[in-house]
């Protein structure tokens, strides 16, 4: 089951972010069935909540983007658990990855291996398959993609 990250949500709420119309293809696939078992990780909600806090976003914003996010169909959740937190250390040790990176890296590696975003910090994690939004095959697209 791969498992999106915090720069596809912030692609995907961003339309000034380089990556919008990706992430939203992305998500539309997964809402359309089109890519299935995908999770969206709690990690990722709780950084996402702290990036705007503390940019002054209001908490019913906040909640509202979060349930957003939850609320796509076929999008599955992935998560915070004590084994995820354990196998984060472990990896932040050995790859020298942010907190949350390491955290997002974890739930990914405990999940299926894959994990969907653009930052190149996944692509020293040998346990770990980073796929870049590009690379994913959506119907309708170059065979050049990836089907994951």
Known sequence: MP?????MLIALVNRED????IASKIFNAVSQ???KNVAVAASALIEYE?????RGYRDEEIAADIRAFTSIEGMKEAPLTSEI???????????????????HA?????WD?????VDKAYLRVRELKAVAPEEIQLSNESSESKRI
């Open 3 to 7: 498992v999106i990250e915090l720069d």
């Open 18 to 21: 380089d990556h919008h119309k």
């Open 33 to 35: 069935g089109e890519i």
């Open 50 to 54: 702290l990036i705007l806090r503390s």
């Open 85 to 103: 937190i354990l196998r984060a250390l472990d990896l932040r040790v050995k790859y020298q990855l942010t907190y949350f990176d390491s955290l």
């Open 106 to 110: 974890a739930t990914a590696t405990l």
């Open 113 to 117: 291996g894959v994990i969907i975003s």
